[in-house]
C-alpha cells in the first residue's frame, strides 16, 4: 500500500507540482496527502492512478472517489465527476507529488546514486562508511533495507514504492543527514520511483549490456539517472567495465574514472590476496594507500576503488576513507563467510546471473588448496541462452556443481531452468540436480572435505522478511549442530 500522511498543515497546488498536467473539471486542486490505493483515500486525498504489473489503480477510481478523493491524477479519462488531471505517466507524477509532500529532501541534501546491474549493498555500504566515518551522518539504502539515520528498516526502493522513498528521504533529513546513499538497479530507475530525486554524485559500477525486449536497460538507466544530477553533481564510473566507459565518453557530465586495469582517476591493484583477506594497492587523486580488506576478490576491490573515488571527490581524507573501508570486515551477502568450526569454507552470494557468478568463483581462483563446490539456482529473471551460459560458467570454475531451482521466482516450473542450465554443460551428467534449494544446499554440504569451498549463490536477503538468505543460513546452522554433534560423538570417552 503506497500513501502519505500530510507532512504539513500546509497544502500543496498540483499546478506547482505538475505544471504539465491537463486539468478536466477544474483549474486546479489543493492536497495535503495523496495515495495510489483506493482502500487507503481519505476525505480530501489526491488519488493517483497508477498501472503496475499486478495491479491498474485506473480501475478503483469509483472506489477512490467514494471514499473522499478530492481530485485524480491519471493516464486516462475516468467515468468520475471528481476533477482529473491527465498525464502521460502517473508513476512519473507519483514521483514529483512524493518529493512535494515530503519537502523536496534531496534538494537539501547530497545524495549518491550508485547504479549496479546486480549488487548495490556493498558499495553503497563502503560509500557510506567513508562518509560517516569522516564525521557526516548518512542515509543508507540498498536492496537489503534503509537507514535514515536512526532506524533501520526494509528496502524503501523497490519499483512503485516512491512515496516510501521520498518520505526515508525526509526522515532522513529531519535526523540530521547531510549525505544519502542510494543503491539503484535499472529497474528501479526505468520504473520512473527515483525521478524527482536530485543527485550530487551518480555511480556506475558494473552494468551489463542491454538485454533486449521486457527487460530494462542499463544505459537507458544510466542515462536517466545523469539528466537528474545537480548542475555541479559528478559521474564516477567504473573504467573496467565497457558499458560504464561507453556511457562516460557519450556525455558532458564531468566524471572521475575508477580501475583495476589500465589507467584511472582511481587505480588499483591486488598485490597480496587470501581466502578472508586481500591487499589493494590504491593510487587515488594525489595520494596513495595500501588497503586491507577482509572480504575479498576482484569485485569488492572494484567497490574499494569506487568509495575511494566519491570520498576524494568530498573531500575526504585519503587516511579516513582507507580506515573506514578497511573497518567494514564482514558483508551480508557478498561472500559472505559462514564459520562454525567446519574443516571446509562456506561462503553465501547475492550473484546469480552468468556475469556475477563467474565473478564470485574468479575470487577463489589461488586462494583455495581444495576443491570449490558450487550451488546454482535457475531464475525467472534470465533467459534461455543465459542459463545455459551460467550452467557453462559454473562447469568450467567449479569441480562440483549443484544445481536448483529458485524457490520464489519459479512457481511451478522447477526443472525448466535447471534443463535450461544444463544445457550450457559439456558433460552433463556430472552436474548433480537437486531441485529442492534446501536439499541442494545439504547435498553441498555432505559432498566436502576438508580444505574445499562451498559457494552458495542465488542468495537473496531483506530485512524483516523470510528470504533465501535466512533459509540458506538455517539450513546451514542446523547442518552444523549435526556435525559438530556427530563428531562429539565420535570421540573415545574418558572413562
Not at 516450473?413 to 548433480?432: E, M, N, Y
Amino acid at each position: 500500500m503506497l500513501s502519505t500522511q500530510p507532512l504539513s498543515r500546509v497544502g500543496l497546488q498540483l499546478s506547482d507540482v505538475l505544471p504539465q498536467a491537463r486539468p478536466l473539471g477544474a483549474g486546479d486542486a489543493s492536497f495535503q496527502a495523496c495515495s495510489t490505493h483506493a482502500d487507503s483515500v481519505r476525505p480530501g486525498d489526491l488519488f493517483i492512478a497508477v498501472d503496475l504489473s499486478d495491479h491498474d489503480g485506473h480501475h478503483d477510481a469509483l472506489l477512490a472517489e467514494r471514499r473522499g478523493a478530492s481530485a485524480f491524477v491519471t493516464e486516462r479519462v475516468l467515468p468520475v465527476r471528481t476533477p482529473q488531471f491527465l498525464v502521460d505517466d502517473s508513476r512519473s507524477a507519483l514521483a514529483h507529488i512524493g518529493h512535494a509532500l515530503a519537502g523536496h529532501p534531496s534538494r537539501q541534501m547530497q545524495v549518491v546514486g550508485v547504479l549496479d546491474g546486480i549488487h548495490t549493498v556493498t558499495p553503497t555500504v563502503l560509500i557510506s562508511a567513508a562518509l560517516e566515518r569522516s564525521g557526516f551522518t548518512t542515509g543508507l539504502a540498498n536492496e537489503l533495507g534503509a537507514c535514515d539515520g536512526y532506524e533501520t528498516t526494509a528496502a524503501v526502493t523497490p519499483v512503485g514504492s516512491a512515496l516510501s522513498f521520498a518520505r526515508w528521504l525526509a526522515e532522513s533529513q529531519a535526523n540530521q543527514a547531510t549525505h544519502a546513499v542510494v543503491g539503484i538497479t535499472p529497474s528501479v530507475v526505468v520504473s520512473r520511483s527515483m525521478e524527482a530525486t536530485h543527485f550530487s554524485h551518480i555511480v556506475l559500477t558494473g552494468l551489463r549490456p542491454d538485454r533486449g525486449i521486457g527487460y530494462a536497460s542499463p544505459r537507458r538507466a544510466a542515462e536517466m539517472l545523469l539528466s537528474q544530477l545537480d548542475p555541479h553533481g559528478l559521474l564516477i564510473y567504473n573504467r573496467d567495465d565497457l558499458l560504464c566507459r561507453e556511457i562516460a565518453q557519450n556525455t558532458s557530465v564531468p566524471s572521475v574514472s575508477f580501475g583495476l586495469h589500465g589507467e584511472a582517476d582511481v587505480r588499483g591493484e591486488i598485490v597480496e590476496k587470501h581466502r578472508g583477506e586481500q591487499t589493494l594497492l590504491v593510487e587515488g587523486i594525489g595520494d596513495f594507500a595500501a588497503l586491507r580488506t577482509r572480504p575479498f576478490g576482484g569485485r569488492h576491490a572494484s567497490f574499494c576503488l569506487a568509495a575511494s573515488a566519491v570520498g576524494l571527490t568530498l573531500g575526504i581524507e585519503f587516511s579516513q576513507i582507507c580506515s573506514a573501508i578497511e573497518r567494514v570486515d564482514r558483508l551480508p551477502l557478498a561472500l559472505e563467510p559462514v564459520c562454525g568450526g567446519q574443516s571446509f569454507g562456506i561462503y553465501l552470494d547475492s550473484a546469480w546471473d552468468p556475469w556475477s557468478v563467474r565473478q564470485c568463483i574468479k575470487s577463489f581462483q589461488g586462494t583455495t588448496s581444495g576443491r570449490l563446490i558450487t550451488v546454482t539456482a535457475g531464475s525467472a529473471q534470465l533467459s534461455v541462452q543465459e542459463h545455459a551460459v551460467l550452467g557453462r560458467t559454473v562447469e568450467v570454475g567449479s569441480h562440483l556443481q549443484v544445481l536448483c531451482a529458485d524457490p520464489q521466482n519459479e512457481p511451478g516450473g522447477r526443472l525448466k531452468s535447471i534443463h535450461q542450465i544444463l544445457d550450457g554443460f559439456q558433460d552433463p551428467s556430472t552436474a548433480a540436480v537437486c531441485p529442492d534449494r534446501s536439499k541442494a544446499v545439504e547435498y553441498a554440504l555432505n559432498s566436502a572435505r576438508p580444505d574445499d569451498v562451498v559457494l552458495i549463490t542465488g542468495c537473496r536477503g531483506e530485512i524483516g522478511k523470510q528470504t533465501t538468505r535466512k533459509t540458506d543460513r538455517h539450513i546451514i546452522d542446523q547442518w552444523l549442530k549435526r556435525d559438530l554433534s556427530q563428531s562429539a560423538a565420535s570421540l573415545p570417552s574418558n572413562s
